[in-house]
């Protein structure tokens, strides 16, 4: 599944930057929940394809197991990164995301925590819009 779904990102990005009506410069990446690890892993792989990549709920459970499936695309990351997570994820504990965004090398990087589930409150889309205004245009 999971290759499948990556080779899937690989595939949209190409057919995007193919487009005319497209800026190939200005390309980002939103993952929510599972899909931060297609987009950390892209971003990680692909770094002059993308701008920006925003990055909402990664799941980081507690076992060491699950942390080692974001963490190796995150630390190589050296593009602009938002993270939106929540205090009360049920998937990752706060002290999780925290680690997960200190392993993020770029020097252009922002956290927002909300007071929240897994399920972020709407006004999160604002914010990831005025991310994407600020790296896409």
Same mark, same amino acid.
């Given at each position: ?13 190409a ?6 009506d497209?800026d ?14 297609f ?7 692909h #770094?002059?394809?993308? *701008?920006? +990549? /925003?990055?909402a709920?990664?799941p ?13 695309f ?5 593009i ?8 009360q ?5 706060l002290?999780?995301s ?6 993020? #090398?770029?020097?252009? *990087?922002? +956290? /927002?925590?909300?007071?929240?589930t ?9 914010q990831a819009?005025?991310w ?6």
């Amino acid at each position: 599944m999971y290759d499948n779904t990556y080779k899937d990102v690989v595939s949209t990005i190409a057919y995007l930057k193919q487009r005319d009506d497209i800026d190939k410069d200005h390309i980002g990446i939103f993952g929510f929940s599972m899909g931060t690890f297609f987009a950390f892993k892209y971003g990680a792989e692909h #770094p002059k394809q993308v *701008k920006t +990549i /925003i990055a909402a709920v990664p799941p980081l459970l507690k076992d060491d197991r699950s942390k080692r499936s974001i963490p190796p695309f995150a630390h190589k990351l050296q593009i602009p990164v938002l993270m939106l997570v929540a205090n009360q994820d049920q998937w990752t504990p706060l002290e999780n995301s925290k680690w997960l965004y200190d392993t993020i #090398p770029a020097t252009d *990087k922002h +956290i /927002i925590i909300y007071d929240s589930t897994h399920s972020l409150p709407v006004d999160y889309t604002t914010q990831a819009i005025d991310w994407l205004k600020k790296y896409l245009q």
